[in-house]
């Protein structure tokens, strides 16, 4: 079965600072990954989404994800970090084995200091 | 806006009550999903529906209720509600027959609290 680590629950970083979230998958073919954001009281929005080809990719508001299959990750960067990326954050897997459902992570909550 | 709606925003029931929430999408999506969200642990699957007609156990189901009353519409119901449903409940809709090859589209959450 797939599933989704996030190690880390919280993350403070000051405003202007560079931000990684880290994400691990378990799954044994190339999963389809995404990164959601979820600000408070919102529902979540799509920040960006994996399925093949370059390794490296971009998505709105300044944030980019990089796969890497030998170490199962799914990292999310962004290098400066603005107050409005405070927010919950959440990891998640799709595979066509599991009729592409969606497994999300725990969320890894952002907090941004001035 | 074009996206999904859910309804009602905040909810409170007494243990054994029922109720239905209701979930509409207008972008023409096959799928559609239900998760709660419960702290540290991410957003569970319910039930989910891969096409109008059709509806599947997710990760979670017991103790809830499914209709695909359309192709628009997704209704989730608690027969007897308990207070280990409180939660917020999110509905998500996708393109494609099987599911979420693009990523979903939530809706804002129906936030559900049993005394």
């Known amino acids: 079965a797939q599933s989704v680590t996030q190690p880390d629950i919280h993350i403070t970083v000051s405003e202007g600072a560079s931000l990684e979230l880290r994400c691990n998958y378990s799954?044994?073919?190339?999963?389809?990954l995404f990164w959601y954001v979820q600000s408070p009281g919102q529902g979540l929005q799509l920040l960006l989404k994996?399925?093949?080809?370059?390794?490296l990719v971009q998505g709105i508001k300044g944030f980019e994800a990089e796969f890497k299959r030998s170490q199962s990750s799914f990292n999310l960067r962004k290098p400066s970090v603005h107050w409005s990326d405070a927010a919950e954050y959440f990891c998640?897997?799709?595979?066509?084995?599991?009729?592409?459902?969606?497994?999300f992570g725990a969320g890894t909550t952002v907090t941004v200091r001035a | 806006n074009a996206g999904v709606t859910q309804t009602p925003k905040f909810q409170v029931l007494k243990t054994g009550q029922s109720m239905t929430l209701q979930c509409a999408q207008d972008?023409?999506?096959?799928?559609m999903y239900w998760y709660r969200q419960d702290p540290g642990m991410g957003l569970r699957l319910i039930y989910y529906?891969?096409?109008?007609?059709?509806?599947d156990k997710g990760e979670v189901p017991n103790g809830y209720n499914v209709s695909r009353l359309n192709k628009r519409e997704f209704s989730l119901r608690l027969e007897s509600a308990a207070p280990s449903q409180t939660s917020v409940y999110f509905c998500?809709?996708?393109?494609?027959?099987?599911?979420?090859?693009?990523?979903?589209?939530f809706g804002s959450g129906t936030r559900l609290t049993v005394v």
């Open positions: 994996y399925f093949s080809g370059d390794t």
């Open positions: 998500a809709s996708s393109e494609g027959d099987v599911g979420g090859i693009y990523g979903y589209t």
């Open positions: 998640a897997v799709g595979a066509r084995s599991n009729d592409y459902k969606l497994s």
């Open positions: 529906s891969a096409s109008e007609g059709t509806t």
């Open positions: 799954y044994g073919a190339t999963p389809y």
């Open positions: 972008m023409n999506h096959n799928s």
